[in-house]
Structure formats: C-alpha cells, structure tokens
C-alpha cells in the first residue's frame, strides 16, 4: 500500500513530500495517477491547495517513477469518456481565459483551482477529480508569464525570406531526412543558426551550454504538431505575410 501520510511538521512537508514519494513509485493510468494527486492536494489546508495544485503540475513531469507500487483505481476511471464529452470544453476554457487574464503565476494557480472547487462548474467529485486531471495533462501547463516577442512588418518578413531562401530550403531537407537521435537533427538546425558543434578543445561551460540550446531544441521540436507545422513553413517559404 502507498504511504500517503508521511510524518511531518509542517502541512507543505506533508503535501509535497507525499507526492514526491508517491510518483517515485508510480505504476497506472495517467487518469488514476492524477486522481490520486488530487486526493494528496485536497489534504493540504484550503489556503495551501493552489499553490500543492502548482506543485503537482511540475511534479508529475519532474519526476521519474521506477513503477514498483500500482495506483489504486479511481472509482471514476470507468466515466472518463463521459466525462471527457461533458467537461473537457469547460476545464479547455478555463485554462484559456486564465492565460490570457493572469497577470501573476499565483493568479493563474489560485483562480484554476477556484474553478475547479466550484460547484457550478463542476458539481461532484467525479467532475473535480476530472477536471484535475485534464489540467495536468495539457500542454499550457505549467504556466509561464512571457514578454513580447519580437515583431516585424510583413513587408520585412517576406524580404528576410527570400534573402535566406537557400538556408530555409536546406532546414527543410533536414526536417525531413531520417536520423538516428533527435539529436542529431537539432545539431544540424543549430548549425544553420550559427551554433557549431563544441570540438574536443572546447570548455565544460561551452559544451554545456551547446547541450542546453540542444536539448531545448529537441524538446521544442519533439512538441506534437512542431515538426509537420515547422515543415509547412519551410514548404511555403514564399509565403507573403508574416501573420
């Protein structure tokens, strides 16, 4: 059985703890797994739970389980499509609106969790527990507040494109060209932006941070719909806009 109540002083020792020792062990559904955070979260005193909610989000990903202990089932998993048809808009939604209202990462958490324990919204255990899961397991999470990024006027945009027409073309091969490591393919893409690849009397620092702009890199192109969206670009480099 999965030691959920650890012996600690304080209540955050007790949430996060209990979580980290229960992902470490981990063996189930996704579904069952989030259900069973959410039971660990609900533990924690009321004021406390958005920021356990913050820290099950980044926990469920941080950490590596080694499967040795199952995950008892949720009473719910058995309703997941029909709850999936009946709330997943709504948990979509309001994942939506509080990305573009936050203005803070504690805003975003706090008013999440909110909606979540809202009874109008989601009127049951079933529905909370749902909901719950359905946020960890989306892409917008965790949550990041990010600057502006770097505009240009679409007349600019199209004349860089034709001015770096045989760089895109090339990018574009290597997109789609077989490798054996992911690896491999964002060296290459890497190299096209003017970062080489640390030689054998570059130091730790510059091999480390070559790793960190890889291994980036990899992630951002490992993302699902990124590489067939980053193909289409490359396809269409002629395009006439930068929008």
Request: hydrophobic letters at 40%.
């Amino acid at each position: 059985m999965i030691n959920t109540t650890p012996t600690f002083s304080a209540a955050e020792d007790i949430s996060i703890d209990s979580m980290k020792e229960f992902l470490s062990t981990a063996a189930g559904s996704s579904f069952n797994i989030c259900a069973f955070l959410y039971s660990i979260v609900l533990k924690a005193p009321l004021d406390s739970q958005p920021f356990f909610f913050e820290q099950a989000i980044n926990l469920l990903e941080d950490i590596d389980s080694d499967k040795s202990i199952s995950t008892p089932v949720s009473p719910y998993e058995s309703q997941l499509k029909s709850l999936t048809d009946q709330y997943g808009d709504i948990v979509n939604s309001f994942i939506s609106f509080f990305i573009n209202q936050s203005t803070s990462t504690d805003f975003f958490y706090q008013s999440l969790w909110k909606a979540i324990q809202n009874n109008m919204f989601f009127p049951d255990e079933a529905s909370k527990a749902f909901a719950f899961y359905f946020v960890l397991i989306d892409r917008r999470v965790p949550y990041f507040i990010l600057p502006r990024g770097y505009e240009m006027s679409n007349e600019s945009y199209r004349s860089l494109r034709k001015k770096h027409s045989i760089v895109l073309k090339k990018i574009r091969y290597i997109m789609s060209t077989e490798f054996d490591q992911k690896t491999e393919r964002a060296s290459l893409v890497l190299q096209e932006l003017g970062i080489s690849i640390p030689d054998s009397e570059s130091s730790v620092e510059v091999v480390n941070d070559y790793e960190r702009k890889l291994i980036i890199l990899v992630e951002a192109l490992n993302s699902p719909g990124s590489t067939a969206s980053l193909r289409t670009l490359l396809d269409h480099f002629e395009a006439d806009s930068a929008e």
